[in-house]
């Protein structure tokens, strides 16, 4: 089947400015559901590799046309969900904080990120204490939101704390359909040109403390139905401007589009059988 061409230009673009990225990718050359560890994967179910791997190649080249920087993680046969680089680590100002996975079928994947992050030359940090990367960590210019509940210890927020030297905000996930952070909340624009982080989040998949948290910290932020959150509609990728997220989540779309975003709808269902979308597969490297 061939994937509708999308525009990656529209009236709404020029209200906002985006800014390059540089991001990691890892190809689903091995990607499978071989197991279990979130509600979304069913090993019984056949998986359509060659439909996961054009539309991550249809993810990769939206990056490129956006003119984001994009390298990419060999992929290992052994490791089926490899392609979810965004697990791998959280990487502010050169300096990376190195995931350790909760889950046993995952941990072999921690050599692999270690190796490419510390052949870039960043100042590598493995952590002291579970952690799952951008999973659970989402970065902007003045402090980071971090996920506990399902993956992440919340010990390893103040990990990050004292690495990063920013304040790290521990948020409570409570359902165990969004088991990472970034599958219920995601940074539009991270305020490095704007000054001002703007993000979008689904209320129902945080506790009710985490909720008045994120109310107080930003009051003006995208509340998004539990329709959009359930095609992971959250787990997009902006860049100040754009907002990469799976095509299904039009009511958030839209939403975007009142707030001045130019969103690009991506197909990425084959991957979301796994429990993934766009940002899952999206690690940033912010330099220093």
């Keep these: ?31 499978d559901v071989r197991y279990a560890i979130n509600p979304w ?17 249809r993810l990769r080249d939206v990056y490129t046309r956006l003119g984001h920087r994009v390298s990419l993680l060999d992929p290992r046969p052994d490791l089926p969900d490899m392609v979810f680089t965004a697990n791998g680590a959280v990487v502010v100002g050169g300096t990376a904080f190195a995931a350790r996975f909760r889950n046993p079928e995952r941990t072999a994947e921690e050599a692999a990120h270690l190796a ?38 919340q010990a390893a927020h103040m990990e990050a704390q004292e690495l990063f030297g920013v304040p790290v ?11 990472h952070l970034d599958t219920a909340l995601t940074v ?8 001002r982080a703007d993000i979008a989040y689904f209320p129902g998949a945080f506790s009710g403390a985490a909720q008045r948290v994120l109310g107080l910290l930003f009051p003006d932020a995208v509340r998004v139905a ?11 990728v902006g860049d100040g401007r754009n907002v990469v997220l799976p095509r299904q989540a039009t009511g958030f779309a839209a939403l975007l589009r009142a707030r001045g975003y130019h969103p690009i709808g991506v197909d990425t269902s084959e991957l979301a059988r796994a429990g993934g979308g766009p940002k899952c597969c999206t690690q940033e490297i912010r330099a220093a």
């Design 169 to 179: 905000v521990g948020l409570r996930l409570v359902d165990p359909r969004f088991y």
């Design 116 to 153: 490419w992050l510390r052949g870039r030359g960043l100042d590598v940090h493995p952590s002291g204490t579970v952690h799952e990367g951008e999973g659970d960590f989402a970065v902007t210019s003045s402090l980071i939101l971090a996920g506990t509940g399902f993956r992440t210890d």
């Design 188 to 195: 539009l624009d991270d305020g490095r040109v704007s000054g």
């Design 1 to 31: 089947m061939t994937t509708p061409a999308v525009s990656l230009t529209g009236p709404a673009a020029q209200e906002r400015t985006a800014t390059p990225r540089h991001y990691l990718m890892c190809p689903p050359t091995h990607f």
């Design 41 to 57: 994967m069913d090993p019984g179910r056949p998986v359509d590799r060659g439909r996961a791997i054009a539309q991550w190649d």
């Design 226 to 236: 539990e329709a959009d959150a359930l095609v992971f509609g959250l787990n997009a």
